[in-house]
């Protein structure tokens, strides 16, 4: 269940990328603004009456979840790295990652993160990009090499992730055949793709695996926790790690078995992704597993699915509609944002999750507003004025409420 959710339409990244490259214009580099100098965000707006019902949900589901983790008795605070995901660096915008244009558009986000106290990313390599053989693969390297001495020189916290791309679909630019893919040669590129990463761009967190269920919606390729686990040991087998942290992880939704069966293997950290709030839950399941084999935590993706438990069992296996994720974009669900935000990071730093990284980062920067015209667009008009309106924020290094939420936890 829920595999293919968890890419969140990456048809929004390669929109968020080409709405950030029209915008930029040659100007001089604006100064940070300091806290004082950030505008606070306007009232609530208030929830229309067709979506009271789920803010009320929601809202509910964040509050039992947050008393359930107040009542830790004795717990201690951990430090916790708030990190966010460089949508503009996600390997499934493709051969768009290597205009001039972009790479500006990844130092204006960047600027923006770190006005708002911002101190990681996560950049998402998928696989086979860096493979031998593969298309481009040296210009994907250059492009990220460049990318990781930009991190270094603002010292960020880095957390690669080599996932599976969306290829061959409206989420993504790559064209690629998985046809004929068995589990020896996934996992014979897989080894020399992590073997690159770890090599050439020297992360300071390198998660190997994530999302089983996804893996085999994207392609084809189903594995049992397992074999799951046993992916991993082959890629781990002769890593020169160097102080690389390696580590591998699964969504909330998936079966836990995979996460126990991670534990027994190599890696140093365990990586944990959640949307639908009902799996709020497993966040502290998978930190006793966690815990127990002596493996850090890290939340390598995070955000809020806009959806009733109801919505949540009616949608089986199929893909998330753009009706559900076109509901992301509206401001009146800011503070619904805020909250889970908020709630994220005490858990994260209760249960020892060191490095936490929502996944759809514009929004820490702008929404916008539900009204006649906006409630009948469609789904990629949505993303582009919701697009727009952020990186107009980015651009000012003014935060939406969200934002400054994620800000002042990292104080």
Same mark, same amino acid.
């Given at each position: 269940?829920?595999?293919?959710?968890? =890419?969140?339409?990456?048809?929004?990244?390669?929109?968020?990328?080409?709405?950030?490259?029209?915008?930029?214009?040659?100007?001089?580099?604006?100064?940070?603004?300091? $806290?004082?100098?950030?505008?606070?965000? /306007?009232?609530?707006?208030?929830?229309?009456?067709?979506?009271?019902?789920?803010?009320?949900?929601?809202?509910?589901?964040?509050?039992?979840?947050?008393?359930?983790?107040?009542?830790?008795?004795? &717990?201690?605070?951990?430090?916790?790295?708030?990190?966010?995901?460089?949508?503009?660096?996600?390997?499934?915008?493709? #051969?768009?990652?290597? /205009?001039? *244009? +972009?790479?500006?558009?990844?130092?204006?986000?960047?600027?923006?993160?770190?006005?708002? +106290?911002?101190?990681?990313?996560?950049?998402?390599?998928?696989?086979?990009?860096?493979?031998?053989?593969?298309?481009? $693969?040296?210009?994907?390297?250059?492009?990220?090499?460049?990318? !990781?001495?930009e991190l270094r020189s603002r010292n960020m916290t880095v957390l690669v992730?080599?996932?599976?791309?969306?290829?061959?679909?409206?989420?993504?630019?790559?064209?690629?055949?998985?046809? %004929?893919?068995?589990? #020896?040669?996934?996992? &014979?590129?897989?080894?020399? !793709?992590? +073997?690159?990463? $770890?090599?050439?761009?020297?992360?300071?967190?390198?998660?190997i695996c994530n999302e089983p269920n996804t893996e085999k919606m994207t !392609?084809?390729?189903?594995?049992?926790?397992?074999?799951?686990? %046993?992916?991993?040991?082959?890629?781990?087998?002769?890593?020169? =790690?160097?102080?690389?942290?390696?580590?591998?992880?699964a969504g909330t939704w998936d079966d836990p078995a995979y996460m126990t069966?991670?534990?027994?293997? %190599?890696?140093?950290?365990?990586?944990?992704?959640?949307?639908?709030?009902?799996?709020?839950?497993?966040?502290?399941?998978?930190?006793?597993? $966690?815990? &127990?084999?002596?493996?850090?935590?890290?939340?390598? #993706?995070?955000?809020?699915?806009?959806?009733? *438990?109801?919505?949540?069992?009616?949608?089986?296996?199929?893909?998330?509609?753009?009706?559900?994720?076109?509901?992301?974009?509206?401001?009146?669900? #800011?503070?619904?944002?805020? =909250?889970?935000?908020?709630?994220?990071?005490?858990?994260?730093?209760?249960?020892?999750?060191?490095?936490?990284?929502?996944?759809?980062?514009?929004?820490?920067?702008?929404?916008?507003?539900?009204?006649?015209?906006?409630?009948?667009?469609?789904?990629? =008009?949505?993303?582009?004025? *919701?697009?727009?309106? &952020?990186?107009? +924020?980015?651009?000012?290094?003014?935060?939406?409420?969200?934002?400054?939420?994620?800000?002042?936890?990292?104080?």
């Amino acid at each position: 269940m829920l595999a293919i959710w968890s =890419r969140r339409l990456l048809l929004f990244i390669v929109i968020l990328s080409i709405v950030l490259s029209a915008c930029l214009q040659p100007k001089p580099k604006p100064t940070s603004p300091s $806290a004082a100098s950030i505008t606070p965000p /306007a009232q609530p707006v208030p929830v229309p009456a067709e979506y009271q019902a789920l803010y009320n949900e929601l809202m509910r589901k964040l509050d039992d979840f947050d008393s359930r983790i107040s009542n830790q008795k004795g &717990a201690s605070l951990n430090k916790v790295i708030l990190a966010a995901e460089l949508l503009t660096a996600n390997s499934n915008i493709g #051969e768009g990652l290597f /205009a001039d *244009s +972009n790479f500006q558009a990844n130092k204006v986000y960047l600027d923006a993160l770190q006005a708002i +106290n911002v101190t990681g990313v996560q950049v998402s390599i998928m696989y086979p990009l860096l493979t031998p053989g593969f298309t481009n $693969a040296d210009k994907y390297l250059v492009f990220y090499k460049k990318l !990781m001495q930009e991190l270094r020189s603002r010292n960020m916290t880095v957390l690669v992730k080599v996932g599976n791309p969306f290829a061959n679909s409206v989420y993504s630019d790559l064209a690629i055949s998985f046809e %004929g893919l068995t589990l #020896e040669k996934y996992r &014979a590129g897989k080894k020399a !793709m992590v +073997n690159l990463v $770890a090599k050439e761009l020297k992360p300071d967190y390198l998660t190997i695996c994530n999302e089983p269920n996804t893996e085999k919606m994207t !392609m084809g390729l189903l594995q049992s926790p397992a074999q799951y686990a %046993g992916t991993v040991k082959y890629v781990l087998e002769g890593l020169d =790690r160097g102080n690389i942290l390696i580590g591998g992880g699964a969504g909330t939704w998936d079966d836990p078995a995979y996460m126990t069966a991670l534990a027994d293997t %190599g890696l140093d950290y365990l990586d944990a992704h959640v949307y639908p709030l009902d799996f709020l839950n497993r966040f502290i399941d998978i930190a006793g597993i $966690a815990h &127990a084999k002596n493996k850090r935590l890290v939340i390598g #993706e995070a955000g809020v699915y806009k959806l009733d *438990s109801n919505e949540l069992r009616g949608l089986g296996d199929i893909a998330a509609t753009s009706r559900i994720y076109g509901r992301d974009v509206f401001s009146f669900w #800011e503070p619904v944002d805020s =909250r889970f935000l908020a709630v994220l990071i005490k858990m994260a730093s209760i249960y020892g999750y060191e490095f936490v990284s929502p996944f759809w980062s514009t929004y820490l920067f702008g929404y916008i507003d539900y009204n006649n015209t906006t409630k009948g667009l469609d789904y990629r =008009r949505l993303r582009q004025e *919701s697009n727009r309106a &952020a990186f107009q +924020n980015m651009l000012q290094k003014q935060p939406s409420g969200s934002g400054l939420t994620y800000s002042s936890l990292g104080r």
